[in-house]
């Protein structure tokens, strides 16, 4: 099993589409930081003008804490694209490369070959998110220093003091890479039952967006349905920025998130194990 | 005889009755004056403050900050963090104050505030092109505002109450409580990318917000040195 892992790590971090996400989240990055340096403040009042009608808040909002968490709530939406190029191809690319069909006749059984792609992708995923913590919050600190973080939720503000938010950070990420591996699994899955990347790619993220506007939209009916969606709990490490943090809703999602987790590497053994490698 | 007796009696009321007013009695413009005059003897001070916020949209810990004053009106507050502040400045009410020919003062009645008996007194500006449209001051026989409430052009009404200690001789208090509107804080979803995000702690447009500063270590009339002003 360890091999599997190894030569399905290699295969992963061969192909130069894997780099794709590491620069695309430094270049955005570099972009976001710039942006918010110059022009954040502004940015900033523009959202709170409703507050600092009869409030003001004195100090350093522009700051490396702030540039790090507006990185990763605009980056974690957009990084299940970069995890579905990876994880979509990982059956079907072997498929449409002609590969399968050696692989599948190796000494090992079927669900190892896909327990290791499964442990591939997620590895993947984890230097992603790293790669991301690195970018936003590193990055920030780097360029405009400490500093206490506003949190701008839908209804509330949250002031953070800067010595409280290091292991919220750290958490975030960790949270955000069980919702990504969620979004790797599914590609994976979808991978299973296609033969070429394109496929599985577009439908992992057609699934994701679809969720993420109905969990977006504040209708009625969309808010009923909305705690049932994955994506819904993928935004979990929000949690972490609020105060007092809500432990339960956090470890409820992550159940949640484990539970899509399990069921789509259980459907990827079930259907990769009957699948056809003949024809 | 009789009319002379009535005209002496008369005298003597009146007399009574001027002596007690010059005595114990003051206009409300005197005390509104008395207020402002002992608060114009700091040249400058320091103090250490907190500053609690309670505010229905915002979630925020106490802070602790350094405030320093320079007359006429050079405020700056030290600290770190990040501070949830009053929109008016601190000492808003001097400005207001400054001049007794700029304002109207009104005898409302007296009240009762902590054990102490207070002068209610209305403050309506002469001219109607400032920011001060209405002051109610509720003010103690030393000439100290224990509470007031500011009705401003562009930042609503602003309750203040004070609590004063070991600095009241120059009209600092230990303790200041700003009221202010706070209108609810609402963003979409779309915008915070909050999907999950908590019902608010309020659903009405409007709120009250207090902002609490207790301040501590007084330092007065020492001067404050220009590099102390940076932050």
């Known amino acids: 099993m360890a091999d599997l892992l190894w030569i399905e790590l290699y295969k992963t971090f061969r192909k130069p589409r894997s780099y794709i996400g590491i ?32 409030l003001q808040i004195h100090g350093k909002i522009i700051n490396g804490n702030l540039a790090g968490w507006v990185i990763l709530q605009s980056l974690i939406l957009h990084l299940p694209l970069l995890v579905a190029l990876v994880a979509g191809d990982l ?58 973080l506003i949190v701008l939720g839908s209804d509330q503000i949250f002031l953070l003091p800067a010595a409280d938010v290091g292991w919220r950070f750290l958490l975030a990420m960790v949270l955000a890479g069980v919702g990504l591996t969620t979004v ?39 808010q009923q349905i909305s705690p049932w969606l994955f994506t819904t709990h993928m935004s979990i490490w929000r949690e972490l920025f609020h105060d007092p943090v809500d432990a339960w809703q956090i470890v409820q999602s992550v159940l949640f998130l484990s539970l899509h987790i399990i069921i789509f590497v259980v459907v990827t053994v079930i259907a990769f194990s009957r699948r056809d490698i003949l024809t | ?21 010059v005595v114990v009695g003051q206009t409300p413009r005197q005390l509104v004056q008395r207020s402002y005059e002992r608060f114009a003897r700091v040249k400058d001070y320091r103090a250490d403050v907190v500053i609690t916020t309670d505010i229905p949209s915002i979630a925020s810990k106490p802070v602790r900050a350094q405030i320093l004053y320079q007359q006429p009106a050079r405020v700056a507050i030290k600290s770190a963090a990040l501070l949830i502040l009053p929109k008016v400045p601190l000492h808003f009410w001097l400005e207001a104050l400054a001049d007794s020919n700029s304002f109207v003062a009104i005898p409302v009645g007296q009240e009762t505030i902590d054990n102490k008996r207070v002068h209610q007194v209305s403050v309506i500006p002469v001219r109607d092109t400032g920011e001060l449209l209405l002051a109610k001051l509720w003010i103690d026989p030393e000439g100290l505002i224990l509470k007031s409430q500011w009705t401003t052009r562009t930042q609503g009404v602003v309750d203040v109450s004070n609590t004063f200690g070991y600095a009241a001789t120059f009209g600092l208090p230990d303790r200041m409580e700003f009221t202010v509107d706070v209108q609810r804080f609402k963003l979409p979803k779309a915008v915070t990318l909050d999907l999950r995000s908590r019902p608010g702690p309020t659903t009405s447009a409007t709120g ?24």
């Open chain 2, 1 to 21: 005889m009789i009319v002379m007796n009535w005209i002496r009696c008369l005298s003597v009321i009146v007399f009574v009755v001027l002596c007690q007013a």
């Open chain 2, 208 to 231: 009250k917000g207090t902002i609490v500063l207790e301040f501590s270590n007084y330092v007065i009339n020492r001067g404050i040195a220009p590099h102390d002003w940076q932050q």
């Open chain 1, 23 to 54: 620069v695309a989240i430094a270049l955005i990055g570099a972009v976001i930081h710039l942006a918010i340096g110059l022009e954040g403040e502004q940015y900033l009042n523009l959202l709170l003008e409703q507050i600092q009608q009869s």
């Open chain 1, 184 to 222: 790797a699994a599914l590609a994976l899955m979808l991978s299973t039952f296609a033969n070429n990347s394109l496929g599985p790619i577009m439908a992992t993220m057609s699934v994701v967006i679809l969720f993420t506007i109905i969990g977006t939209m504040e209708f009625p009916l969309f």
């Open chain 1, 91 to 148: 059956i079907s690319g072997e498929a449409s490369a002609g590969t399968l069909r050696l692989l599948a006749s190796k000494p090992v059984r079927r669900a190892q070959i896909v327990l290791a792609k499964f442990f591939a992708a997620a590895a993947y995923t984890i230097v992603l998110v790293g790669w991301l913590g690195v970018v936003a919050v590193g990055g920030g600190q780097l360029a405009m220093g400490q500093g206490d």
